[in-house]
């Protein structure tokens, strides 16, 4: 009987250990890069998973880039200086943040890629998401301190944007899907939590022990904001029902976005780092930091492959307190995966 016992144990320990989540085990590279070259600096990353497509904004104009080969699939003129990305495949319609002069949002056609339009939005218009559930597109006004919003079916030659007050500097924003707007107020510190029924501000949630947050994704069935800061740098993760950070990770310089789903969660930061935490036992830690080029500050993942994909250049030397510029033709797109 001693003898079975004896054997017994030790299988039972590798059957738990098999049954781990291989998460934890994984290993975090650099497993292709895409040299795109081409003028124009890149600010946020939107990816269209089913149709192995990026959409990456370059300045004054907007790439479509292929997945699996890095090709160039379209390029969307008539930006002044592009921020974001929104897409409503079931629409085939595609919405661009132009934060140069008065603000505009673009409107284009997901297969062509031709311009449909362009609505007159709030001066610096920057991060953009298309809600499913609600059926809204959103849209955050850096210089006008407001969140847009408008339904996607809107007149691409005539149609109004409507406004929120967020009182504050907005960056980047999620939405939970049921009518809550969380909004990274840069120069506040703090998130806006938006009532879309009231269409007001109805609380404020701190960051510290972090400051300035830019990047933010949520994991609604998790009721978790990753939130990335600056000036402390951290990865703040944050209930979105009441406001709790629940972990404050350390992160690179410089971070620009945040990526999060089935316990895992990404930030990008400009220095040349990305940091991956990943969740045990209800907490997140670091995982592993991974080298990146400098400059790859922010990203996009596929959610169901987690695959990121981060556009950087190759840059030129700084000069003292500035930032590095790019080599001219040297964008590239960045991907990261599991090994």
Known sequence: ????????????????????????????????????????SWDYVTVDAPNHRLFVTRSTHTQAIDTDSGKVLGDIPGQVRSHGVA???RLNRGFITDGGGPGAILVFDLKTYAVLGKLA???????????????????????????MTFAPDIDPANGKVTSIDLGGKPEFLASDGSGKVFVNLEDKDVVAVVDLKSRSVVSRWPVAPAGHPVGMAIDPAAHR??????????????????????????IGAGVDATAAGAGLAFASAGDGTLTVAAEKAGAFDVQQTVKTPTGARTLGMNAETHRLFLPTAEMEPAAAGARPRPKPDTFMIVVVGQQ
């Open 87 to 89: 897409i409503v495949p």
């Open 121 to 147: 939005a709030m001066p610096d218009a920057d991060g953009i998401i298309y809600d499913a559930k609600l059926d809204r597109v959103l849209a955050v006004s850096g210089d006008g301190g407001t969140l």
């Open 225 to 250: 904001l990753f939130i990335g800061c600056r000036n402390p740098q951290k990865l703040v993760v944050m209930n979105d029902e009441t406001g709790k950070i629940e972990a404050a990770l350390p």
């Open 1 to 40: 009987m001693r003898t079975i016992r004896n054997i017994i144990k030790p299988l039972a320990t590798l059957l738990v250990l098999a049954a781990m989540p291989c998460v934890a085990q994984s290993n975090w590279a650099v497993v292709q890069t895409f040299h795109i070259g081409g003028e124009g």
